[in-house]
């Protein structure tokens, strides 16, 4: 039943290196930014724009979170993705915040969201003379069922809209009792083209993402029985990954940073704009990311950013 193709991707679907495997959540990420998150629970700001998410100290074990994302008002929204847990992840957090916090010098809100069977994990660590606090979300606590039903009659009356996009990429996380999880993957893959464009590729990415690394190895192999699907996730990891390695990183910088000083201060003088977005050093547009959060105004970022 397996093309030739699809044959060939579910076979290396395991190995797929660990930097492929962050795609996914590059393309959460990029999902988050605008959208509110209330319907899941997260009362949040819609952030503004997707932060650097590795950690500059090689004495951390993981040196990449899931998902960092801008709010508007100069803190950071870190979201961690877990399918169990262990007694040592809110210490492993606690210091991955301990860095964001060094790097960004703003104030963070750490979720860590669990799929699969979790239903209870401890929210808190008391170590003496420092305490720590993050906010449990239990996907397996969502009715994915009647999400899935709801999302197909929208998306046969009139189409799916942008803030529909979170839904489906978490559909495959989500509690079912009617469907497979390699069935929920598929159906959400479909309904990924009900959604607009400018969501779509961001969406289907982090659906087979998800499916790859949260489904047993058969199930994610039955998904990878539709070819169509498969080449689609041979050509979005092989995008991502180039788009990680090339324009994509500078342009994407130099874009986070008018975002957030334009979210900041407002309208932002031309010739400002156009020295962010010359700039293709990614070490100096990372230090002005920071200093846009920092600044106490655009006149400060100016000065501290030696323009």
Known sequence: MFSNHAEAVANTAADIAPQSRDIVFRHLATLLVGRSLRPLGINALPAIAVLPTDLPDVSVRARVVDCLLAQPDGSQLHLEFQSTFDQGDLA????????LYERHGSPIRTVVTYTGGVREAPSSLNAGCLRYQVANLYLSMFDGDARLAALKRRAVAAGLDADDALDVALLVLMRHNARRPFEVALEAARLTEALPSETRRDCLAAVLGFSE??????????????????????ELIAEGEA?????????????????????????????????????????????????????????????????
Do not use: C, N
């Not at 492993?92 to 860095?99: G, N």
């Open 213 to 234: 690394r949260y489904l047993t190895e058969p199930e994610f192999a039955r998904v990878l029985e539709v070819d169509a699907l498969a080449r689609r996730m041979s």
């Open 92 to 99: 492993r957090f606690l210091v991955y915040d301990a860095h």
């Open 243 to 307: 788009k990680g390695r090339a324009e994509g990183e500078a342009k994407g910088k130099a874009e986070d940073v008018l975002l957030i000083l334009a979210e900041r201060f407002g309208d932002l003088p031309q010739d400002l704009a156009e020295r962010v977005r010359h700039e293709q050093d990614l070490a100096t547009l990372t230090r002005w990311m920071v200093l846009a959060l920092r600044a106490a105004t655009l006149t400060d970022f100016r000065y501290e950013s030696g323009g």
